[in-house]
């Protein structure tokens, strides 16, 4: 259920990350917005929507409440995903400095955008799981 909880929250960071870093977007408000910058405020904004997708997804369908409040859960939750989320974001920093043009897959040509944000959250999960899981919802 991680694995899915996970994957559904990757695909909204992916496509919020999408969205949000096309011409017409955040790009076309702020001047450092752009690819030569790893678009950071599309970054952090997408990290967001794929932080608080997990969170319901997590309590939901993964992980039984652990020994802690509801609002100690959330605060060490959100804590760990932000600490996960400057990992997620220097994996797609590096990442993205090695590939700058679409990746093709023979089948499908993915945009370099996309692959690396891709491959920086698939990086950093297993952390992430454990983490959640030794700290979180533990018993």
Request: glycine share 4%; with cysteine.
């Amino acid at each position: 259920m991680f694995f899915i909880a996970g994957a559904l929250s990757a695909v909204i960071e992916i496509l919020f990350m999408k969205i949000l870093c096309s011409p017409n977007m955040l790009p076309s408000f702020f001047s450092f917005e752009n690819k030569s910058n790893a678009y950071p405020l599309s970054n952090l904004l997408s990290t967001g929507a794929g932080i608080l997708s997990n969170y319901f997804f997590s309590i939901r369908y993964v992980f039984e409440r652990g020994k802690h409040s509801k609002k100690k859960e959330f605060m060490l939750f959100i804590s760990l995903s932000i600490i996960t989320m400057f990992m997620s974001w220097g994996a797609f920093a590096i990442f993205h400095y090695f590939i700058h043009k679409p990746i093709n897959l023979y089948f499908y040509t993915m945009g370099d955008i996309v692959f690396c944000k891709a491959a920086a959250i698939f990086a950093i999960s297993l952390i992430n799981y454990i983490a959640k899981k030794k700290l979180v919802f533990s018993n």
